[in-house]
C-alpha cells in the first residue's frame, strides 16, 4: 500500500469524526466505560489471587492445645511437632503472651477487652514455620492428631475463600463486560453506518469507476479502530491513576498486604485493554461495512 494511499483513507477517516463528533463521542465514551470496568476487575481480581497465594506460601502452622494440659504433656507436644518431616522449629506461644499479641494488634480498641476482666480466653499454641509451602497441609493434618492439639490452623479456610470470591468476581465481570462490549460495539457500528449512508452516492461512484471493496473499507474500518483506540486510551490513563492513588494509600496505612507492584503489571493491563479497545472498533466497521457491501 502507498504512503500516499494511506495518507487519504486516515484524512477520510478523520474528516469523517468530525462530521459525526456525537456519535463519535457516544462510540468513545461507551468503549471507555466498557474497558475502564474490565480494567478495575482484572485488576481487583489478579490482587486477589496474589494474596491468596502470598497466604497460601506462608510456611507456618497455628496450633492450639487443650486446655487442661500439664507442662510436661506440652512439653512432649512440641516434642512431636519438631520430629515430624519438613519442621524447622515450634515456637511456644503462652496464652498471657497471646493475650499481649492479641491487645497490642487492637491498638486504641483494648477496652473491648475489659468485659473479660481477668478471664483469659486464649488457649496456649505452638507456631510451627516450615521447610516448603507444599508441606503446611499434611503435616497440619498429622498434628491434629497427636494427643492434647484442640486444632491446627494455617488460614486455608481464608485463601480459599479469596479464591472463590476471586472466581465470582470473574464471572460476574466477564458477564458485565460481554454486554458493555456489545454495546460498545453496537454504538461504533451505528457511527459507521451512519457515515456510509451520508457518503452512499460518493461510495456508488467510486464503484463504478472500479474501486475496489478493500480501498472504500478502510477509512472506514480505520475510523472505527480510532474511536476504539481513543476509548481505550481513556480508559487507561483513568486507571493507572487510579492505581497509584490506590497502591500509595495502601502502602501508608496496609504495608503489609502484598499487592502487585505498579510496574510492569499495569503496563501489561494498558496494553491488553488498548488492543482490546482497538479490536471492538474494528469489529464494529465490520458489521457495519458488511451489510453495506452486500447492497
Same mark, same amino acid.
Given at each position: 500500500?502507498?504512503?500516499?494511499?494511506?495518507?487519504?483513507?486516515?484524512?477520510?477517516?478523520?474528516?469523517?469524526?468530525?462530521?459525526?463528533?456525537?456519535?463519535?463521542?457516544?462510540?468513545?465514551?461507551?468503549?471507555?466505560?466498557?474497558?475502564?470496568?474490565?480494567?478495575?476487575?482484572?485488576?481487583?481480581?489478579?490482587?486477589?489471587?496474589?494474596?491468596?497465594?502470598?497466604?497460601?506460601?506462608?510456611?507456618?502452622?497455628?496450633?492450639?492445645?487443650?486446655?487442661?494440659?500439664?507442662?510436661?504433656?506440652?512439653?512432649?507436644?512440641?516434642?512431636?511437632?519438631?520430629?515430624?518431616?519438613?519442621?524447622?522449629?515450634?515456637?511456644?506461644?503462652?496464652?498471657?503472651?497471646?493475650?499481649?499479641?492479641?491487645?497490642?494488634?487492637?491498638?486504641?480498641?483494648?477496652?473491648?477487652?475489659?468485659?473479660?476482666?481477668?478471664?483469659?480466653?486464649?488457649?496456649?499454641?505452638?507456631?510451627?514455620?516450615?521447610?516448603?509451602?507444599?508441606?503446611?497441609?499434611?503435616?497440619?493434618? *498429622?498434628?491434629?492428631?497427636?494427643?492434647?492439639?484442640?486444632?491446627?490452623?494455617?488460614?486455608?479456610?481464608?485463601?480459599?475463600?479469596?479464591?472463590?470470591?476471586?472466581?465470582?468476581?470473574?464471572?460476574?465481570?466477564?458477564?458485565?463486560?460481554?454486554?458493555?462490549?456489545?454495546?460498545?460495539?453496537?454504538?461504533?457500528?451505528?457511527?459507521?453506518?451512519?457515515?456510509?449512508?451520508?457518503?452512499?452516492?460518493?461510495?456508488?461512484?467510486?464503484?463504478?469507476?472500479? *474501486?475496489?471493496?478493500?480501498?472504500?473499507?478502510?477509512?472506514?474500518?480505520?475510523?472505527?479502530?480510532?474511536?476504539?483506540?481513543?476509548?481505550?486510551?481513556?480508559?487507561?490513563?483513568?486507571?493507572?491513576?487510579?492505581?497509584?492513588?490506590?497502591?500509595?494509600?495502601?502502602?501508608?496505612?496496609?504495608?503489609?498486604?502484598?499487592?502487585?507492584?505498579?510496574?510492569?503489571?499495569?503496563?501489561?493491563?494498558?496494553?491488553?485493554?488498548?488492543?482490546?479497545?482497538?479490536?471492538?472498533?474494528?469489529?464494529?466497521?465490520?458489521?457495519?461495512?458488511?451489510?453495506?457491501?452486500?447492497?
Amino acid at each position: 500500500m502507498k504512503i500516499s494511499t494511506m495518507e487519504y483513507f486516515v484524512k477520510e477517516s478523520f474528516t469523517s469524526l468530525r462530521r459525526n463528533s456525537l456519535m463519535s463521542f457516544a462510540s468513545i465514551s461507551t468503549v471507555a466505560l466498557s474497558l475502564l470496568i474490565l480494567g478495575l476487575f482484572l485488576i481487583m481480581v489478579l490482587n486477589m489471587n496474589k494474596m491468596a497465594a502470598s497466604l497460601e506460601s506462608q510456611v507456618q502452622i497455628s496450633v492450639y492445645l487443650q486446655d487442661d494440659l500439664k507442662s510436661l504433656e506440652v512439653q512432649d507436644i512440641g516434642k512431636k511437632i519438631e520430629k515430624l518431616p519438613g519442621v524447622n522449629q515450634a515456637l511456644f506461644v503462652s496464652k498471657q503472651e497471646a493475650l499481649e499479641r492479641f491487645k497490642q494488634r487492637l491498638g486504641e480498641q483494648q477496652g473491648m477487652l475489659n468485659a473479660l476482666g481477668d478471664t483469659n480466653p486464649l488457649p496456649n499454641a505452638f507456631e510451627v514455620r516450615l521447610d516448603k509451602p507444599e508441606q503446611v497441609r499434611p503435616t497440619a493434618q *498429622a498434628i491434629s492428631q497427636i494427643k492434647g492439639v484442640e486444632t491446627a490452623k494455617y488460614g486455608q479456610e481464608v485463601v480459599e475463600h479469596m479464591f472463590n470470591l476471586a472466581k465470582m468476581l470473574r464471572i460476574i465481570g466477564g458477564v458485565l463486560i460481554i454486554f458493555l462490549a456489545l454495546a460498545a460495539t453496537f454504538i461504533i457500528s451505528n457511527t459507521i453506518r451512519i457515515t456510509v449512508f451520508a457518503r452512499r452516492k460518493e461510495i456508488g461512484i467510486m464503484k463504478y469507476v472500479g *474501486a475496489t471493496d478493500w480501498f472504500i473499507r478502510w477509512p472506514f474500518l480505520i475510523e472505527g479502530m480510532i474511536l476504539g483506540f481513543c476509548g481505550a486510551l481513556i480508559a487507561v490513563l483513568l486507571l493507572v491513576e487510579a492505581y497509584s492513588i490506590f497502591t500509595s494509600q495502601v502502602y501508608k496505612s496496609l504495608a503489609f498486604l502484598p499487592l502487585i507492584p505498579k510496574y510492569p503489571f499495569i503496563t501489561n493491563i494498558s496494553i491488553f485493554l488498548l488492543v482490546i479497545g482497538t479490536v471492538i472498533g474494528a469489529l464494529g466497521s465490520t458489521i457495519s461495512l458488511r451489510r453495506f457491501m452486500k447492497v
